[in-house]
């Protein structure tokens, strides 16, 4: 299931745009293809651009699913980023969390990846 929710985000200190974003399967894939890494290996990224990676290709798959030309950038999205307010990031990062992948949500994958990390006793 993908996780889908609507925020109307600053760009600056006076105007919000709506953004959609779309947690799907092709997020996190254009993730791992960005960082060169496997799905089961996204917790090696740096958490600070994973969350903004995450942002920006979930809006990009937003406007793509809404038949939309693609206006976001990386670059805008990342200055747009640092100006949300923690309640939308919260509300954001909650559905981020929801999302599956292949029947498992990121975070179970995420756990799964880290037990099969930790030293064996």
């Given at each position: ?107 179970q994958i995420a ?11």
């Amino acid at each position: 299931m993908d996780g889908i929710i609507i925020e109307r985000i600053p760009v600056n200190r006076l105007f919000r745009k709506r953004v959609k974003f779309h947690f799907g399967m092709w997020v996190w894939i254009s993730i791992a293809e960005k960082h060169e890494v496997f799905l089961d290996d996204l917790d090696k990224v740096d958490p600070e651009q994973l969350g903004i990676d995450a942002l920006f290709f979930a809006a990009q798959w937003g406007e793509y699913m809404d038949g939309k030309k693609r206006s976001v950038t990386y670059d805008k999205f990342a200055k747009w980023a640092e100006l949300i307010p923690a309640k939308q990031m919260t509300r954001i990062t909650k559905c981020m969390q929801e999302s599956r992948v292949g029947g498992k949500s990121i975070m179970q994958i995420a756990s799964e990846s880290k037990k099969k990390q930790a030293p064996k006793k």
